[in-house]
């Protein structure tokens, strides 16, 4: 008798490594076990696009340990100067904000777009003006890819059309789907050919020095994401269109087309140009500003 109270506290610590091994092998089931689409009858694909998953950590101890990386070039004794911008009286503040925002709130995400030519130094313009965006340590961490080649466009447009296809129909899932048809949007995307310019927007998720040395950028991707706000409204000023696409799953296809570093990630793509004389866009409204604003 003795000797089986001994031997008690042995038994149950078998018999608790051998249920808790039982119930991590169940829960590593039930995460490779895959998901079906009830609106296609297909297995879900696996949402496999890095390219536009959040990297802004500051740093990592991975970089840390990496002798591949470097410290800012020297700028410890970077001059500072004086800065003295116009001030407006309170009127004219009041004046030209009332008419900036009644220029913004003419913005719409304009998907048929007219072929005909804009001048090159427009968009060179508006795209100088997206670099004055602020950035994460002054990085500058974007790249502005401008194609005008009609070629190099529908190529573009085949790599994003299949794609999307397989977006809208096995990645997206039902609830996307269904919030996107009162839009009447899909993975044809005509415009990719039509419109005069693309621009894609690249985040440089790291800087390479002349040295090879890779330097840290910092909040890289909401530098780059402020950056195409500025973007937006530069072309919004000299009366372009374009609307703001996400292209999904298409970053490494068209960083190898267009013939980009390993260290630049597509974040958006925007086709630039005229409406097209029959363009539509959706009856939307917008928020009232008690509905996006707080004052405390």
Request: net charge negative.
């Amino acid at each position: 008798m003795s000797l089986f109270s001994s031997l008690t506290p042995v038994f149950v610590a078998v018999l608790c490594v051998i249920i808790g091994f039982i119930f991590k092998n169940s829960q590593k089931k039930d995460k490779t076990k895959p998901k079906e689409n009830s609106s296609y009858g297909a297995k879900v694909r696996p949402w496999v696009d890095e390219d536009l998953q959040d990297d802004t950590e500051i740093n990592s101890k991975e970089n840390e340990d990496d002798n591949d990386w470097t410290e800012s070039e020297n700028e410890d004794n970077l001059t500072h100067i004086p800065y003295t911008p116009p001030r407006y009286a309170a009127a004219e503040m009041l004046e030209r904000s009332e008419k900036f925002y009644s220029l913004m709130n003419l913005r719409r995400s304009v998907r048929f777009i007219s072929p005909e030519p804009v001048p090159r130094e427009v968009i060179n313009n508006v795209i100088r003006a997206a670099g004055t965006a602020p950035s994460g340590a002054h990085t500058e961490p974007w790249t502005f890819v401008v194609v005008s080649d009609a070629d190099v466009k529908h190529k573009i447009r085949e790599i994003v059309e299949e794609e999307e296809e397989i977006n809208y129909k096995q990645r997206m899932g039902d609830n996307w789907v269904h919030d996107l048809k009162r839009l009447r949007t899909n993975w044809v995307k005509e415009y990719l050919d039509i419109a005069p310019y693309l621009i894609l927007i690249f985040k440089q998720t790291y800087g390479v020095l002349p040295n090879g040395k890779k330097k840290t950028h910092y909040y890289n991707e909401i530098s780059v994401s402020i950056s195409c706000g500025i973007l937006l409204a530069a072309l919004q000023h000299v009366e372009l269109v374009t609307v703001t696409t996400t292209p999904l799953n298409c970053g490494p296809q068209l960083r190898s087309l267009l013939q980009r570093p390993a260290n630049e990630k597509l974040l958006m793509l925007l086709p630039v140009g005229y409406p097209a004389s029959d363009a539509t866009v959706p009856d939307l409204k917008r928020k009232d500003l008690n509905d996006i604003m707080v004052s405390v």
